[in-house]
C-alpha cells in the first residue's frame, strides 16, 4: 500500500482525499496546520459547470437547493449611474444535473469533509521540512517525522511546501488589489434580479453580488486597487489591523453607494496575491491548487481549478503518468491571461475606454462564437 501525504484541508486537498477514499492501494493523509477547519463562516464561492460536474462524482448534486443556488446569468451593471450594460446567459453551459452554483464556502468544506473518515485529517501539524530520495519523502512537522510515497503539497498561495522544495524561487507577488468580502441580506439590495450575478464595474474597483441560496442570502466581493508598500506586503496580519480596515472601509465607501456600503456586514479583507512563474517539483511531489497557481479572483476560477487540478493528479497517480504539468500548464496560462484580462476591463478610468468597453461587452455577451472560446474551453473542457 503506497502512502499519500497532503499538505493543507483547503478545498483542493479535501477534493483528492475524496476521490482516493475506499481506494486500497493508497493510504491517505491530510495534515492540516489549523487546529480545526473554520467551517462556521458565510462567506460565498462561485462553481462553473466544469468543477460541479467532477464534485457531482462525490454526490454533490444531492446538496439541497437551501445550500446551494443556480443563477442564470450574469449582469453588467456600471457602478456610476447604477444602470446595466448587458448580460450573460452562464446558464447555457449547463446541463440538467450539472449547473453553475454559488454556495458558502463553509458548506462546499462541510461537504467534502463528511465523507472522508475522521483520521484522515491531522490537525495542528504544519509543514517545517521536507527531504527526499529516489523513492521515499520524508516530512517534518514539528517535533514528528513521517515518511511517504507521494506528497500533495495543497497549503495555498503562500505555500511553504513550494517555499521548501523550491529554496523559495517561486514566492507569489501582490497584485496590487484587495479583495472586500461581506455578507449582504436581500432587503438592502435594489434594482438587481435576485436570480443573477451582478457584476459591477467602477474605476479602479469592481463588485459581485450573489445569492448563496434559495433564502437570497447575498455575497458581496469586492476588489479594489490598492497599493501595498513592501512591509505592508510582508505583514500577514496587515488585513486584520484596526487603522488599516479603517482606511480601506474609506476607500470603499467612496466607491459604492451609501446604501450597499451601509448593508454590508461582516467585512473581511484579503490581499490578492498572484502566482508568477509556476514551479514543477521533483518526482513523486505534486503542487494543486493555488499552492500550484493562484489567479486574480476576476474569473472566480481558483476553486474550480483547484477541483479540476487535483481530479487530473489523482488519475495521473492511479495510472502511474508523468504528464501532469504539461497539460495543466497550458490550462492555467490561459485562465491566468483571462483573469487578468477581465480585472483591466472591469476597472477602466478612462471615459473613451469605458464607452467601448461597453459597446463590446454588449456585443460580445452575445456571440455566441466568442462565448463558446472565452468561456466554453473553461467551462465544458
Ligand atoms: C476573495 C476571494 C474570493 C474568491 N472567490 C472565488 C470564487 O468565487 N470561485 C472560485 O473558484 N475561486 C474563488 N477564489 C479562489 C479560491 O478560494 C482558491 O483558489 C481556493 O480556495 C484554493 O484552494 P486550495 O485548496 O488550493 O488552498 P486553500 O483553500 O488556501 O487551503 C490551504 C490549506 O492549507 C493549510 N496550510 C497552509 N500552510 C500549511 C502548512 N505549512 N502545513 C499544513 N497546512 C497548511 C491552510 O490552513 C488551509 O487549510 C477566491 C479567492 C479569494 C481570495
Known amino acids: 500500500m503506497k ?8 478545498i483542493s486537498g479535501l477534493f483528492i482525499a475524496n476521490l482516493f477514499k475506499g481506494n486500497k492501494d493508497y493510504q491517505v493523509t491530510i495534515y492540516e496546520k489549523k487546529t480545526s477547519l473554520e467551517i462556521g463562516e458565510g462567506y460565498g464561492i462561485q462553481l462553473s459547470v466544469n468543477s460541479v460536474k467532477l464534485l457531482n462524482k462525490l454526490g454533490f448534486s444531492s446538496l439541497s437547493d437551501k445550500e446551494k443556488f443556480n443563477p442564470k446569468k450574469i449582469d453588467f451593471y456600471q457602478i456610476k449611474n447604477s444602470k446595466k450594460i448587458c448580460d450573460l446567459n452562464i446558464s447555457e453551459f449547463n446541463s440538467d444535473d450539472c449547473k453553475y452554483t454559488t454556495l458558502k464556502r463553509s458548506k462546499l468544506l462541510q461537504f467534502l469533509i463528511n465523507r472522508l473518515d475522521k483520521n484522515t485529517i491531522q490537525f495542528n501539524c504544519s509543514l517545517d521540512n521536507i527531504e527526499y530520495s529516489n523513492d521515499l519523502i520524508n516530512l517534518t512537522f514539528d ?21 521548501l522544495i523550491s529554496n523559495n524561487n517561486s514566492e507569489p507577488i501582490y497584485n496590487n488589489t484587495i479583495a472586500v468580502r461581506a455578507s449582504v441580506s436581500k432587503e438592502s439590495l435594489d434594482n438587481i434580479n435576485e436570480e443573477n450575478v451582478s457584476l459591477f464595474l467602477g474605476s479602479d474597483f469592481h463588485y459581485v453580488l450573489y445569492p448563496l441560496n434559495n433564502d437570497k442570502n447575498f455575497n458581496f466581493i469586492g ?81 474550480s481549478q483547484s477541483i479540476e487540478g487535483a481530479n487530473q493528479l489523482h488519475e495521473v497517480i492511479i495510472n502511474q503518468k508523468n504528464d ?44 455566441k462564437k466568442f462565448l463558446q472560446s472565452y468561456l466554453g474551453k473553461i467551462y465544458k473542457d
Open 143 to 163: 517535533k514528528e517525522k513521517i515518511t511517504c510515497d507521494h506528497l500533495v503539497i495543497s497549503d495555498g498561495v503562500f505555500s511553504k511546501g513550494k517555499s
Open 324 to 367: 501532469f504539468y504539461n497539460s495543466r500548464l497550458e490550462r492555467v496560462k490561459m485562465i491566468n491571461r483571462r483573469s487578468d484580462f477581465n480585472q483591466f476591463a472591469f476597472h477602466l478610468s478612462n471615459p473613451i475606454m469605458i464607452f467601448f468597453r461597453n459597446i463590446f461587452l454588449k456585443l460580445l455577451t452575445k456571440n
Open 223 to 303: 476588489i479594489l486597487k490598492n497599493k501595498l508598500n513592501s512591509d505592508q506586503q510582508k505583514n500577514h496580519n496587515l488585513c486584520n489591523e484596526s487603522t488599516f480596515i479603517e482606511i480601506i472601509k474609506q476607500k470603499l465607501s467612496e466607491k459604492i453607494s451609501s446604501k450597499v456600503f451601509q448593508s454590508l456586514e461582516d467585512i473581511k479583507l484579503f490581499p490578492v496575491f498572484v502566482s508568477k512563474n509556476p514551479f514543477i517539483p521533483p518526482k513523486n511531489i505534486y503542487l494543486v491548487g493555488d499552492a500550484f497557481f493562484a489567479f486574480s479572483p476576476s474569473f472566480a476560477q481558483g476553486a
Open 3 to 10: 502512502k499519500i501525504a497532503i499538505i493543507g484541508a483547503g
